[in-house]
């Protein structure tokens, strides 16, 4: 199960993306704003990694795209989780808590 | 499971691509506007706040490929659209696309032609069996090269050669078919009993081979006739074994009908036609006194040329010492040589020639090729600049100037292709005499391999050398004008030199042609001794066994040529054998009286009645022209050109006694006139001289010389109702001015002269060309400074004159470094040159000059646009 670099990364991306998701349906700006306010301006997605991402979650059918108007009046495409997709998030999960308590017991750890 | 929906999913998105295309765009630019709005609420002014957002956002260009990687076949997709992108670029630039594809169309067409020639010619193998062990044997004797064998020679050598084995000769001859009343001459041949297999004409299609011993019998010849006769004559016909036919008055019994196809490629000197529709057989003799004929054989297996050549020496030196009076001083030579080096031993310099200026016009091509890509690619500096800082990946426009390439690759080499078939049909047209094989003309695979690969290699390596440049020339739109003018200066080098270089080797097949127009020139105003202008010839062909002996054979040529003076149109008649230039000549040995065998020398022979010397305008420097009396009484008279005259007797010729010698015969003639000299070989060859004999001295079959106001038509059919009044059972053919056998015998130095003025003109608009686009980029890269100098106060002529300066300036050093290159390389052609040396400086001025003259012409527009350039928008661009 051990998995490439690469894709440790973007599937913590792809977490990320389907977290910002959870609450409610968003546009691909909004879920940039949310991840950003949330890591206290850590995580700033951008360099092209945020759409690309969100066309292959919604290729794998994790989450599913469609055209509505803003309160602005403008037209944006809303993205939103599909039933998979939430089962997929809270797999997906369950692993990081698992993986980063390791992590942490690991650097933790004093010599004996 | 999920790979089945993951391709469901991309089916589905190739067709709603476009959508998803102006999607992605819509919502990047949403994007985009919603950081701009967040910034402009923090305070940013308007610009900073969108440009922010961009740089947020991060690289534009590369983004929408990644994500558009996800949502399609990447690779294929990639390329089409380049594709189409590579065609619309090139079609915004026509000038360019014009030019470029015209140079590859042209170098490709050209090397495409003269390759498929060349190999078609001197290199493929001939048509037959074991073809490259197929030889020649040839006799060099009595002071005599390439004299031909004797009948009794080819016996002894096919008993004593271990070596080489299918020993046999060949003649053509004609044979005049009677049917349904009709008499037509078709070409046919004497041959030996191994020539049929030696050319691979066995096994037969219907009956059986020659087989001289029982078909050449007193009682009747029995021969093999053509697949085309037979489908012809006999409507294919599969009981036509052992039916008769009619030839030349008599009737023979066919015993066999070959295979389609046959075709003979022999020399000259066999007088063998390609297609041979009848077949003699031939019994040899024992004579060694009348030569002539050509040894044909096959090396046995494993036998090599220099083993046989060796024997052959050996056997030479057993003749000699077996019949010292044949061959006087021990003088015999015996060369064996591949049938196919001896087909094409004499064209074969004109074609190395033609490879090589070929060779030069592609060079020049590419070289062009080079100069426009490079030159455009230069002008595209900024967009790929401008295209690197949007994000695209260099390996992206690399990709992209690539498939350009290739795209103008395909365009030129199917233009090349297409140039190249017009090529060749404008080959067959020119039909030159001298060029065997010439049915075998045929495009190669192999040459169109070649030449699609020629084209891609120099349209890609040309095409992304200038954009690997760029690569690496870094991304920043701050390319500042400093090192843009750097490297422009390099580019404008590296672009003079190329020209030069163009120009340059433009120059060599200039000056080659130059002087094959100056041959071609002298050799039509040689002085060959006669004037064949408006004068008709046609072949009368008569039986021997009709007519036995000189007596009977002058009595009907008399009344022919008698009946043919009442003729309405017919103006004057005479008769000749062999004429002038006509392929097959007759020689003789002759010298004075008292001389013996050893000290006679050649000369060309030629049998006349009276009135031919008066009608061909052949000068008689003194003495008188043969009388009828002459011909009645058999008088042994002589007329001599000058040379003859001159040589053996310089105090004056008439009365003197001349000796000939036909064969072992010798004869001796009184000397009642002297002519101007007449070149009756070649018009190149000056130096063998000529003789008249009148006919009861040599009674041969005539050829008649008239003067007529007819056309050919009704001439033809008007001799034809007068020989089949007198019946000879023959046809009359060869019917064409006399004109046509002087201008065929330089149709061979008229083909190689047409073909290379049109290289060297192809080269030297290749090279204006290349000028051209050198120039037109100078002046865009200048324009600044350009617009500088007419601020300053240059005039227009002055600017002008400038450009037009630089121009010529490159023009004349490729002018003199070419020079340099075609004191070299025209020495190569020397044996195809008449009286005119390589060196001719006149030739080589002309050229240099011609060259300068095009340069200017071509630097003549670029420098009527500098001047045109309005000063305060050049100052303001960049």
Known sequence: MAKEKGDLLQGTLDMLVLKALQLEPMHGWGITERIEQWSESVLQLGQGTLYPALYRLERQALIRSEWKVTENNRRARYYSLTREGRRHFSDELSQWRRMSRAINLVLEATAE | ?878
């Open chain 2, 1 to 878: 499971m999920s790979w089945i929906r993951e391709t469901w999913w991309r089916i589905r998105s190739l067709n709603r691509q476009r959508a998803m295309e102006s999607g992605l765009d819509e919502e990047i630019r949403f994007h985009i506007d919603q950081q701009t709005e967040k910034n402009l609420r923090a305070g940013m002014g308007p610009e900073a706040a969108r440009h922010e957002a961009l740089i947020k956002f991060g690289r534009l260009e590369s983004l929408k490929e990644s994500t558009r990687d996800e949502f399609r076949p990447a690779f294929l997709e990639d390329s089409m659209r380049d594709l189409r992108c590579g065609a619309r670029a090139l079609r915004r630039a026509p000038w360019f696309t014009l030019f470029a594809s015209l140079t590859l169309a042209l170098g490709i067409g050209a090397s495409v032609t003269v390759f498929s020639v060349v190999r078609s010619v001197l290199w493929r193998p001939l048509p037959y069996p074991d073809a490259e062990r197929i030889v020649v044997i040839t006799v060099d004797t009595r002071g005599v090269q390439d004299a031909g064998a004797a009948e009794g020679e080819l016996l002894d050598l096919r008993a004593q050669s271990r070596l080489v084995d299918h020993i046999s000769t060949i003649f053509g001859v004609d044979a005049h078919v009677s049917a349904e009343g009709e008499v037509h001459r078709v070409p046919a041949a004497s041959a030996t009993d191994d020539v049929l297999p030696l050319l691979g004409a066995t096994p037969v299609a219907l009956g059986r081979t020659l087989d001289a011993a029982q078909d050449n019998t007193a009682g009747g010849m029995r021969v093999v006739i053509s697949d085309e006769l037979w489908r012809r004559q006999f409507g294919g016909d599969p009981a036509v074994i052992g039916r008769r036919i009619q030839i030349n008055n008599l009737q023979m019994e066919i015993v066999g009908v070959l295979r389609r196809g046959l075709r003979v490629f022999l020399r000259p000197s066999t007088n063998a036609a390609e297609q041979i529709d009848v077949w003699f057989p031939m019994i040899l003799g024992q004579s060694r006194s009348y030569r002539g004929s050509e040894i044909l054989g096959r090396l046995k297996p494993g036998v090599t040329l220099s083993q046989a050549q060796a024997e052959f020496n050996a056997i030479a030196a057993r003749f000699v010492a077996a019949h010292p009076s044949a061959y006087p001083e021990g003088a015999l030579r015996l060369t064996v040589m591949p049938l196919l080096e001896a087909l094409t031993q004499d064209v074969r310099p004109a074609l190395t020639a033609l490879l090589g200026a070929v060779g030069f016009v592609l060079l020049i091509g590419c070289v062009n090729v080079a100069n426009l890509m490079l030159a455009r690619n230069n002008a595209r500096g900024p967009e790929l600049a401008v295209r690197r800082a949007l994000g695209a990946s260099g390996l992206r426009i690399t990709r992209q100037l690539f498939i350009e390439s290739i795209v103008l690759a395909v365009l030129g080499g199917a233009a090349g292709l297409l140039a190249a078939y017009l090529g060749l049909y404008l080959v067959d047209w020119l039909r030159p005499t001298e060029l065997p094989r010439q049915s075998e003309i045929s495009m190669d695979r192999t040459v169109v391999i070649f030449a699609i690969g020629l084209s891609l290699l120099t349209s890609v390596a040309f095409g992304l050398l200038p954009a690997l440049r760029h690569i690496r020339t870094g991304h920043s739109l701050a390319l500042t004008s400093v090192r843009s003018q750097i490297s422009a200066i390099g580019a404008r080098r590296f672009q003079g030199a190329l020209v030069i270089a163009e120009v340059a080797l433009s120059i060599i097949p200039l000056v080659a042609a130059g002087l094959m127009l100056r041959s071609f020139v002298n050799l039509t105003n040689a002085p060959v001794g006669f004037d064949s202008s408006d004068l008709q010839t046609a072949r009368i062909s008569i039986s021997f066994h009709q007519y036995r002996d000189a007596a009977s054979r002058w009595r009907f040529h008399r009344e022919l040529l008698e009946r043919l003076t009442k003729v309405p149109g017919i103006d004057v008649v005479t008769a000749a054998n062999p004429l002038p230039l006509a392929p097959l000549q007759v020689t003789r040995r002759y010298g004075r009286e008292t001389d013996d065998n050893a000290a006679l020398s050649l000369a060309t022979q030629q049998t006349i009645v009276p009135g031919y010397l008066r009608l061909t305008q052949t000068r008689l420097r003194e003495g008188r022209d043969f009388t009828l009396h002459d011909i009645d009484t058999e008088r042994p008279v002589v007329i001599v050109d000058e040379r003859i005259a001159s040589r053996l007797w310089p105090e004056g010729a008439i009365g003197k006694r001349l000796t000939l010698m036909a064969g072992e015969r010798r004869r001796v003639l009184e000397v009642v006139g002297v002519t101007n000299a007449v070149r009756s070989t070649s018009i190149r060859d000056g130096n063998t001289p000529h003789l008249f004999v009148p006919y009861h001295v040599y009674a041969t079959e005539l050829s008649l010389v008239v003067k007529t106001s007819l056309n050919s038509e009704s001439f033809s059919s008007a001799i034809e109702r007068t020989v089949a009044v007198l019946g000879t059972g023959r046809a009359v053919f060869n019917v064409r001015p006399m004109s046509n056998y002087v201008s065929d015998s330089i149709s061979d130095t008229r083909f190689t002269m047409f073909v290379l003025i049109g290289f060297a003109g192809a080269a030297l608009l290749l090279a204006a060309v290349g000028l051209y686009a050198t120039l037109a980029y100078v002046i865009s890269q200048r324009t600044r400074e350009i617009g500088v100098r007419m601020a300053l106060g240059a005039s227009v002529g002055h600017m002008m004159g400038m450009i037009i300066r630089e121009g010529v300036a490159l023009a004349v050093l490729g002018a003199l470094a070419g020079l340099v290159g075609a004191l070299v390389v025209t020495r190569t052609i020397r044996s195809m040159l008449y009286e005119v040396s390589p060196l001719d400086g006149a030739t080589l001025v002309g050229a240099a000059v011609l060259v300068v003259i095009v340069a200017t012409v071509a630097a003549s527009r670029p420098a009527w646009r500098a001047a045109r350039i309005d000063p305060n928008m050049a100052l303001r661009s960049e």
